[in-house]
């Protein structure tokens, strides 16, 4: 399984199973792989990111002026602590990656999307608690499987 460093975005191959990911680290810079922190992306990083990624991926589009946003995030990192077996967590500044925020016709934050395999699976717009945000997330995961 292909899996990027959360720290020096170096590719990594890993095995599969549960417990050779919990001790999983980057064969590049040597931090762990599995962190429970969300990864900053940027214009530069974005589309890498997705293609390089054998898990689903989610990412939070955000921006520094939005309240709702800054509600969120507490919310988003704490899911991504709990999930990051499942799901890759991103997390986007739309008023640094503003190409990228474009192209994707972001037009209200925060916004949410989930990916696999580079490919769009769900979106939504709007902040959400912690477990109605879980359970977006897993019906997202379950269009995929
Ligand atoms: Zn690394």
């Given at each position: 399984m292909h899996y990027t460093c959360p720290s020096c975005a170096a590719i990594n191959r890993i095995a599969e199973d549960q417990q050779h990911k919990q001790q999983a680290q980057c064969?590049?810079?040597?931090?762990?792989?599995?962190?429970g922190q969300p990864v900053e992306l940027d214009d530069g990083s974005f589309q890498r990111f997705l293609q390089k990624n054998d898990m689903p991926v989610v990412v939070d589009f955000w921006a520094s002026w939005c309240g709702p946003c800054k509600m969120m995030a507490p919310v988003f990192t704490q899911l991504c602590g709990q999930m990051q077996q499942q799901l890759r967590f991103a997390k986007v500044n739309t008023e640094q990656a503003q190409q990228t925020s474009a192209q994707l016709g972001?037009?209200?934050?925060p916004t949410l999307i989930v990916y696999h395999q580079g490919k769009e699976i769900d979106r939504l717009a709007g902040a959400l608690p912690a477990p109605q945000l879980q359970q977006w997330l897993q019906a997202a995961l379950s269009k995929i499987h």
């Open positions: 064969g590049r810079c040597k931090q762990p792989l599995f962190n972001i037009r209200s934050i």
